[in-house]
């Protein structure tokens, strides 16, 4: 059975190929969080363009002294950014954060929200890999 076996290797090898494809094109940056707002800010947005497999979303919080929430929104209709993940991160706690494996079928973006109150901007370091 030969065929059989060459066969599967070419699906196999197709897959993967599918798979690399899909996958979305490293970022990084920092964001100048301001501690002093307690409004939501967005640290970053990403536009696929396509359905892309995000391995991790990570943040640097070494910087941060402000109790923070870290919420992760998509644009399920196309439109309108839906929350499909929060993290209330009590400062301190650790120096970073993996928020998660997904995959994304549009636009997505991370955003971070304190209570205010902080003694001002601080860097934060971020990277969608």
Known sequence: MPGLVNQQDTITTAAIAAIVAQEVTAATGTFSFDETNAAEQTVFTNAPGA?????????????????????????IDGVNYRLVYELAFVAAASDGLNLG?????????????CGGGG?????????VV
């Open 51 to 75: 359905v892309r497999h995000v391995g991790a979303i990570l943040v640097d919080t070494s910087n941060v002294t402000q109790n923070t929430t870290f919420r992760i929104y998509t644009q």
């Open 119 to 127: 003694g001002g901007a601080v860097n934060v370091p971020w990277a």
């Open 101 to 113: 494996e997904y995959t994304f079928y549009r636009s997505f973006r991370l955003t971070a929200q």
